[in-house]
């Protein structure tokens, strides 16, 4: 446990100086900014929407694109940074020579990718609630302080930080093999596409299938109801499509760990 | 022994790299692991490291089996393997930094390691920027960090220039003489084992071809009276009529294998007889390197 400890906090202070790192931090700042810019600039358009339409159009603005490519991309990207650090570098035989289990070394940079997923994700919460809170000062006609969404939002983007599991293990362990770039790009995009496709036309076992997992999970949710005066927007977590990406992941994560093991640092 | 190996052989696919080595390192030792590129120098070093799974034979290092003990047997070695591993987006220091925060360094032992290898004017500098021997230097720091009782160094001077050499070497020989490491070093270059080695293994082929101290590879080597004169062919032909065996002719010497001082006396004299100018003569030793390339090409 002490090693996986260290381990994990080496992998913040090697990345805390690339891209991949910040990536996690500047990609949910850069688009939530954007979209207040954009409502900033339009807010005459928006002045008379009711409060909950007003923050599903804000919110759905940056889920649209969620589902179908920016998360499955920057789980790809996160899945090559995490390993290209070591590949460029030519560290994985020095990583391998210290008196550190090797299943500390893996799962420390398993689990910092997840972490650096999750981080992104609770970003984009929080600067999603904060955004639209201080449109509400800036521009008191856009009332998005007269209706709470933060729970839901929460729900709705920890079921998508599940959903990316499943690509996220797929994606580690390639990269982890391939010390390049192209080839874990490529078919983590080539998958993706295939994914959104058989999400979008509703293929019946494309519940199996780890790359549709971030479309369905936003696909599947919103369910309103009406329950008593506000209306409600109800999130199945544990829908089946999550539960076949946890397995996956935790297949996928033994299955790479034996991979490490008996793996020869040429 | 500090590292101790038996019947260790392994293949890259039908390929055998290593051949059933024995080696035998030592405490206290400078090791000197010689071969030519491609002897399997790196290969060996890799098993001892864990970093290839042994397929056959056994490795011992501090008297522990190597794959049981992998742990408490790695802490106490530093290695530098090819290149030196180092985080180019980093800056010297933050790459000791980086590696004491995993090996729970004390933080002021950074300081230590790069003042001794003379980095600390450099060391908020990208490690990306460095120059080879700087790296090198680094690689050596990196692994020194932890105060390890065994060194394994493959090919350390590598890309350094003449005086990182004598610094290598100068630090490697105080690290043995006042802290009583033990240090593995594998090298292509003969000359530079020939100056700090204690015991010498020199492989080839995947082969041990030879492995003992420096002063048996020496007794190894037949000492030669070479003889300066002014005309060396007509001199060896001379010699070798008079069944003295000539072992080399060159334009300016002469080499005939040494037995006694007085063999010297008589080759000299013989030589005056016959109104040959001898500049000089001396007894030498063959010189390690021819010695090395005898071994290895014999093989």
Redesign the interface.
Known sequence: MKGFI??F??EF??SR??LGFWAAILLPLLICLLLFVGFYTKSERLAGMPPMLLWIQFAGAILAVMGSLLLPMFVIFIAYSVNS?EH??????????????RLSVYAAKYFYALFLIFLCLALFVLFTIGFGNLLSLVKPELRFDNYHMEDTLAKLYFKLFLSSLGILSIQFLLSLLWSDFLKPMGVGFFATIVGVITASKSWEYCYLFPYAHPMLALKLMPHNTTKGDNPQIVIDLFTKDILVGITVSALVFIGGYFIVL?K??K | MVIRTEGLSFNFGSQQVVKSLNLQVPEGSIYGFLGPNGAGKTTTIKLLLNLLKTQHGSIHIFEQELQKNRISILSQIGALIEQPAIYQHLSGKENLLNRALLLQVPVKRVDEMLDLVHLSNAANKKAGQYSLGMKQRLGIALALLTDPKLLILDEPTNGLDPNGIIEVRELLLKLVSQHRKTVFISSHLLAEIERMATHVGIIDGGQLLFQGSITELEALSQPLIRIEADNTVDAANLLKRKNYPVADVTDEYVYVPYTSKKQMGDINALLIQNEYVVFSISKQQKDLEKLFLSITQNA
Do not use: E, M
């Open positions: 260290l381990s906090r080496s202070f090697k100086k690339t650090i460029k570098a030519d560290t994985w035989k020095s990583l391998f020579t210290l008196p550190i289990s008996k020869s640092v």
